[in-house]
């Protein structure tokens, strides 16, 4: 029976390793034929790097001293080609138990040997792929969320190398909100219920900057479908962020021009030509009352008053059009020097007045000197002219933060802010209005009571824009209004 078994070498040994019996199995694997090779030494199946260790003869002297010996390894058919052997040497003993011989066993396992270095290949080879790959960080995780291992875009995007990291909570790339929150466990809890998680928001660096990921958390699952980890891919798309968050701003803004084209084209059809109708009527009466001196001369009197009405409206729409272009040149602009020239300016109106301007110190800020000084120049103007007599007028300073700002616009970024308030005791107005004020051509006085053309404000809040700020306005008729002011620290 063992003479006819094909898949295993059976080879009986002296006990000098002489070979003494051969197989079908022996000859179909190591193709020597029987009168070949009985009587020649069992090295011969050895290459000569092993027989120079003199592995063939230690593993009989281990056969003879332990029972039996166990190796794999490359060995050598007669013609030369290799093939990878698993092989047990037995020792066999005598009446008087001394070793008399060997029985050694051969398997071919060729084939699985390149399936392992197959298989330990492509492991190696993905291995190293996902180790340098450079554009998503690739982590794994055990099963509580600690890191036990980091490849170089890891390192690229997170900024840690892989000392630093590892055996640490993969929490750690998480925002202070988020860990608030639980995400992490969270998020670990959705891969480990639902196979995988999915998620984008702001992640922490080493140096504490924030980039926007996109993260895909995924459980790994061991023999028996127990969760034994979760790999976690990241990628940085920043840029994808900062384009989206671009693209809105420009949305919001072609919207903010649309709304203001629609005031304009209300302006050209109501406000522009109400000058020119009383321009167009004036000079008919003219026209039909030449011979009366007196008439025609208060006639070309108002006709001269719609004048330069038309022209004050026209000069308003101008600089208003200047502003909305936001081709700001900055500087260092002192605002308490802003709010001087401003008092020079209404010298004469604030001594006709008898008013009373109070004021903190004001910081200097990086803004337009031009565009601050028109907005000073409108709120004071504005403070003077809606007061029935002896104005007060107070200009106060503090720095606050995004937060306590009320009706904040999503749109104001920052930290911290300048608040300046420019409070009156004036007539003011019902906080119904607080908003509409802003807009083009809005008045809520008699233009025969208090002069101008309704652009002012509009002017006032296109100059904030234009510092990446944001004004609002609080009235109480017959008690005044404060507007205030945030500019970015």
């Given at each position: 029976?063992?003479?006819?078994?094909?898949?295993?070498?059976?080879?009986?040994?002296?006990?000098?390793?002489?070979?003494?019996?051969?197989?079908?199995?022996?000859?179909?694997?190591?193709?020597?034929?029987?009168?070949?090779?009985?009587?020649?030494?069992?090295?011969?199946?050895?290459?000569?790097?092993?027989?120079?260790?003199?592995?063939?003869?230690?593993?009989?002297?281990?056969?003879?001293?332990?029972?039996?010996?166990?190796?794999?390894?490359?060995?050598?058919?007669?013609?030369?080609?290799?093939?990878?052997?698993?092989?047990?040497?037995?020792?066999?003993?005598?009446?008087?138990?001394?070793?008399?011989?060997?029985?050694?066993?051969?398997?071919?396992?060729?084939?699985?040997?390149?399936?392992?270095?197959?298989?330990?290949?492509?492991?190696?080879?993905?291995?190293?792929?996902?180790?340098?790959?450079?554009?998503?960080?690739?982590?794994?995780?055990?099963?509580?969320?600690?890191?036990?291992?980091?490849?170089?875009?890891?390192?690229?995007?997170?900024?840690?190398?892989?000392?630093?990291?590892?055996?640490?909570?993969?929490?750690?790339?998480?925002?202070?909100?988020?860990?608030?929150?639980?995400?992490?466990?969270?998020?670990?809890?959705?891969?480990?219920?639902?196979?995988?998680?999915?998620?984008?928001?702001?992640?922490?660096?080493?140096?504490?900057?924030?980039?926007?990921?996109?993260?895909?958390?995924?459980?790994?699952?061991?023999?028996?479908?127990?969760?034994?980890?979760?790999?976690?891919?990241?990628?940085?798309?920043t840029q994808k962020r900062i384009a989206e968050e671009?693209?809105?701003?420009?949305?919001?803004?072609?919207?903010?021009?649309?709304?203001?084209?629609?005031?304009?084209?209300?302006?050209?059809?109501?406000?522009?030509?109400?000058?020119?109708?009383?321009?167009?009527?004036?000079?008919?009466?003219?026209?039909?009352?030449?011979?009366?001196?007196?008439?025609?001369?208060?006639?070309?009197?108002?006709?001269?008053?719609?004048?330069?009405?038309?022209?004050?409206?026209?000069?308003?729409?101008?600089?208003?059009?200047?502003?909305?272009?936001d081709t700001t040149e900055t500087s260092l602009v002192?605002?308490?020097?802003?709010?001087?020239?401003?008092?020079?300016?209404?010298?004469?109106?604030?001594?006709?007045?008898?008013?009373?301007?109070?004021?903190?110190?004001?910081?200097?800020?990086?803004?337009?000197?031009?565009?601050?000084?028109?907005?000073?120049?409108?709120?004071?103007?504005?403070?003077?002219?809606?007061?029935?007599?002896?104005?007060?007028?107070?200009?106060?300073?503090?720095?606050?933060?995004?937060?306590?700002?009320?009706?904040?616009?999503?749109?104001?970024?920052?930290?911290?802010?300048?608040?300046?308030?420019?409070?009156?005791?004036?007539?003011?107005?019902?906080?119904?209005?607080?908003?509409?004020?802003?807009?083009?051509?809005?008045?809520?006085?008699?233009?025969?009571?208090?002069?101008?053309?309704?652009?002012?404000?509009?002017?006032?809040?296109?100059?904030?824009?234009?510092?990446?700020?944001?004004?609002?306005?609080?009235?109480?008729?017959?008690?005044?209004?404060?507007?205030?002011?945030?500019?970015?620290?």
């Open positions: 029976m063992i003479e006819e078994i094909q898949d295993y070498a059976i080879i009986l040994l002296s006990k000098d390793g002489i070979i003494q019996e051969w197989n079908k199995g022996a000859e179909k694997i190591k193709l020597y034929k029987e009168e070949e090779i009985i009587g020649k030494h069992f090295s011969i199946f050895y290459f000569p790097e092993d027989i120079e260790t003199n592995l063939p003869n230690n593993l009989i002297n281990t056969a003879a001293s332990k029972g039996s010996a166990r190796h794999e390894g490359w060995r050598r058919r007669k013609d030369g080609s290799r093939f990878w052997g698993s092989i047990t040497i037995t020792a066999l003993h005598g009446d008087q138990d001394e070793v008399i011989g060997f029985v050694k066993i051969t398997r071919d396992l060729s084939e699985k040997k390149a399936i392992e270095d197959d298989l330990r290949t492509s492991e190696e080879r993905y291995h190293k792929m996902i180790s340098e790959v450079q554009d998503y960080a690739i982590i794994l995780l055990n099963k509580e969320g600690v890191i036990e291992n980091w490849n170089a875009g890891a390192q690229s995007i997170k900024g840690y190398a892989a000392s630093e990291v590892i055996g640490k909570n993969f929490e750690l790339f998480y925002t202070p909100e988020d860990r608030k929150r639980n995400l992490p466990a969270s998020l670990l809890n959705e891969a480990r219920n639902s196979g995988k998680a999915v998620q984008e928001g702001w992640r922490v660096r080493k140096d504490g900057t924030r980039f926007w990921g996109t993260i895909v958390i995924t459980a790994l699952h061991g023999h028996g479908g127990e969760v034994i980890g979760f790999s976690k891919v990241t990628r940085d798309l671009q693209l809105l701003a420009y949305a919001k803004e072609l919207e903010q021009q649309n709304s203001e084209l629609e005031q304009f084209a209300y302006v050209a059809s109501h406000d522009l030509q109400e000058p020119l109708r009383k321009i167009q009527t004036f000079s008919e009466v003219i026209l039909d009352n030449f011979e009366d001196r007196e008439l025609v001369t208060r006639y070309f009197g108002k006709l001269n008053s719609s004048a330069k009405r038309m022209a004050e409206l026209v000069k308003s729409l101008l600089n208003y059009s200047r502003l909305a272009k002192d605002l308490d020097d802003i709010l001087e020239e401003t008092k020079i300016d209404f010298e004469l109106l604030i001594e006709e007045k008898k008013a009373v301007i109070e004021s903190d110190n004001l910081p200097a800020i990086h803004g337009n000197h031009i565009q601050l000084g028109q907005l000073f120049s409108n709120l004071i103007s504005n403070a003077l002219k809606f007061s029935s007599a002896h104005p007060k007028i107070y200009v106060t300073h503090s720095v606050i933060s995004r937060d306590q700002i009320n009706h904040a616009p999503e749109t104001l970024t920052g930290g911290q802010f300048h608040h300046i308030c420019i409070a009156d005791n004036g007539i003011g107005f019902e906080q119904q209005y607080g908003k509409i004020i802003f807009s083009l051509f809005q008045r809520l006085h008699g233009k025969q009571e208090f002069a101008g053309t309704g652009i002012g404000l509009a002017l006032c809040k296109k100059i904030i824009e234009n510092h990446h700020g944001f004004i609002s306005a609080e009235g109480e008729l017959g008690k005044g209004s404060s507007f205030n002011i945030y500019l970015p620290v």
